[in-house]
């Protein structure tokens, strides 16, 4: 997902937009989640980023976008850039760990 996301309309409050943002970012995590891995992953990793436009935007933990939305609802943004792409994931064992220090 690749989206800027707008915080104004004639019709529609802001906290109601900011709910539905964040309800569409739940939900395209979700459906992510569910499809199939591919093939020698363990689990599905997201790359996310957050700025005001695209070009400012900065890379962020997944955790942190409500946080992120809420950022801009405080700031009274008109809008904001948000990218979340789904990679897949491998987890390290322990002895794997133990060799990288």
Same mark, same amino acid.
């Given at each position: ?25 739940? &939900?395209? =995590? ?10 020698? $992953? /363990?689990? #599905?990793?997201?790359?996310?980023? %957050? ?6 935007? &900065?890379? =962020? ?10 950022? $801009? /609802?405080? #700031?009274?943004?008109?809008?904001? %850039? ?20």
């Amino acid at each position: 997902m690749k989206k800027t996301f707008s915080l104004v309309h004639e019709k529609i409050k802001r906290p109601r937009l900011v709910d539905a943002i964040k309800h569409e970012v739940k &939900k395209y =995590i979700k459906r992510e989640r569910n499809k199939t891995l591919p093939e020698g $992953a /363990d689990y #599905l990793d997201f790359d996310c980023q %957050y700025g005001k436009t695209k070009d400012d935007a &900065k890379e =962020i933990h997944l955790s942190a976008i409500n946080k992120c939305i809420d950022e $801009a /609802d405080k #700031l009274e943004l008109e809008s904001f %850039y948000l990218e979340i792409i789904a990679k897949p994931g491998h987890r390290m064992s322990s002895l794997d760990q133990a060799d990288q220090d």
